[in-house]
């Protein structure tokens, strides 16, 4: 089975701060690993993903994120926020084998507010 | 470049009337598809996935079913809708060869 826990429901920051937005992951295999981010009343955009590779990834809008296989989390971070980064970030993850290939699975989401 | 639709946007429902929802991809060929019921705008349920044409998988029982009747077009439906299946539907497709899903806006239904 796999499964994602993000254990903070809001994250709250001042604009120019760094963010971080916590995800960890339990997969039987491998991971493949997601972050996306969902504004009011839109679907999901993909932000960045983990497949192999060089630990620190990076993707759209400024963001990155680790991957710390000993720890087993996919942390999103920022080096300075924009108001315009308040959203909804769901981390996902993917076993490459098994029965859950294929499919993923998300997180409940982390509401991030961006304070001017 | 790859679009996703999905239609309609809103949709209010009495209570045991039918559901049809659409999704349609275009730019893209045999595309897995997905759909994800978001409840109280936080986690994602999957619901309905399929990897090709009349193939579908179940993740959940419940009071919908979903077709793939063409390549690019993937059907979320209910015979009578109960007030627990109000939310946020949503369509994603990812390409087979690929890793990422990407989402299409979303469809909100009321069941009243």
């Known amino acids: 089975a796999q499964s994602v826990a993000q254990p903070e429901d809001q994250v709250n920051v001042a604009e120019g701060n760094p963010l971080t937005v916590k995800c960890t992951y339990s997969?039987?295999?491998?991971?493949?690993l997601f972050w996306y981010v969902q504004y009011p009343n839109r679907g999901l955009q993909f932000l960045l993903k983990?497949?192999?590779?060089?630990?620190l990834v990076k993707g759209s809008y400024g963001f990155e994120a680790e991957f710390n296989k000993s720890q087993t989390s996919f942390h999103l971070k920022k080096p300075s926020a924009l108001v315009s980064d308040s959203a909804l970030y769901f981390c996902?993850?993917?076993?490459?084998?098994?029965?859950?290939?294929?499919?993923?699975?998300f997180g409940d989401g982390t509401t991030l507010t961006v304070k001017p | 470049s790859q679009t996703i639709h999905q239609w309609p946007a809103t949709l209010v429902q009495p209570v045991g009337s039918p559901l049809s929802l659409e999704c349609t991809v275009e730019?893209?060929?045999?595309?897995?598809l997905y759909w994800y019921r978001q409840a109280a705008g936080r986690g994602l349920q999957l619901l309905f996935y399929?990897?090709?044409?009349?193939?579908i998988s179940s993740e959940v029982p419940q009071n919908l079913s979903a077709s793939r009747p063409q390549d690019r077009q993937f059907i979320l439906s209910s015979k009578k809708l109960l007030l627990s299946d109000s939310g946020f539907y949503l369509c994603?497709?990812?390409?087979?060869?690929?890793?990422?899903?990407?989402f299409g806006p979303g469809t909100r239904l009321t069941v009243t």
């Open positions: 994603a497709w990812r390409a087979a060869a690929s890793y990422e899903q990407y």
């Open positions: 997969v039987s295999g491998n991971p493949y």
């Open positions: 983990y497949i192999t590779g060089d630990n």
């Open positions: 996902a993850v993917r076993d490459i084998r098994g029965a859950g290939a294929g499919k993923s699975t």
């Open positions: 730019g893209t060929s045999n595309p897995n």
């Open positions: 399929s990897v090709g044409i009349g193939q």
